[in-house]
């Protein structure tokens, strides 16, 4: 009968490869936009190459009392999806909204005197839709972290996930690793030079004059 210490090993490498095969496609898709945030290959323009339309909509003036209610009973007017990021006041009769979602911008600015609400939607290619991905998570620069679109909330769970499954990974590796004595020496090399790397951005670039 396997010992608990053979199950455990059993376990640990099928549950290392089976996440490992679920958080694949994941992964590229952080790598590849990794690279394109480092990098400003011509092959992957992005902004240039938008498309940018302007349309104009009758509105009501939209219900609630918060500016954020305000904004997304215009938006639901405007038929448009997506999070909510700024949201500027200039008068009372006028209220500007910045709303996105992976590959499409708005700015909507709505004139509540006269009812009207003037949007310029801005399409980005597929390019653009990777960039944006790495970098959506709907919190705001101001400090907001209430989501107001129901994907960006089941967007920011998954990467949640990905993240818990990529720490899984580590340990479960650094498991596999320790279990084979004659690799402990590599690896145990491996695993600090790692460290150093890391350590040395961390917190080695705030010792630099």
């Not at 918060?66 to 639901?76: C, K, P, S």
């Not at 009769?93 to 006269?114: C, H, N, W, Y």
Request: charged content about 20%; proline content about 3%; aromatic content about 12%.
């Amino acid at each position: 009968m396997p010992s608990s210490g053979d199950k455990i090993a059993l376990w640990n490498r099928k549950l290392h490869y089976y996440f490992g095969l679920y958080l694949l496609a994941f992964v590229w898709l952080f790598s590849l936009s990794g690279l394109l945030l480092n990098h400003q290959w011509e092959f992957a323009e992005f902004w240039e190459k938008r498309n940018t339309v302007t349309f104009e909509r009758v509105i009501q003036p939209p219900k609630g009392m918060l500016d954020l209610e305000r904004a997304g009973d215009l938006i639901r007017q405007l038929e448009i999806s997506g999070e909510i990021g700024s949201i500027t006041t200039r008068a009372p009769d006028s209220l500007e909204i910045q709303v996105a979602r992976p590959g499409t911008m708005f700015q909507v600015k709505a004139d509540l005197a006269r009812q009207r609400a003037s949007v310029q939607q801005i399409n980005v290619n597929g390019w653009g839709v990777f960039r944006m991905l790495h970098t959506f998570s709907g919190v705001q620069r101001t400090g907001a972290v209430e989501r107001d679109w129901l994907l960006t909330r089941i967007w920011s769970f998954f990467m949640d996930a990905v993240s818990a499954g990529l720490m899984f990974m580590v340990l479960s590796s650094l498991y596999m690793w320790w279990d084979i004595k004659k690799k402990r020496r590599l690896g145990m090399a491996a695993v600090v030079a790692g460290i150093a790397s890391c350590g040395f951005f961390v917190a080695g670039l705030r010792a630099l004059p």
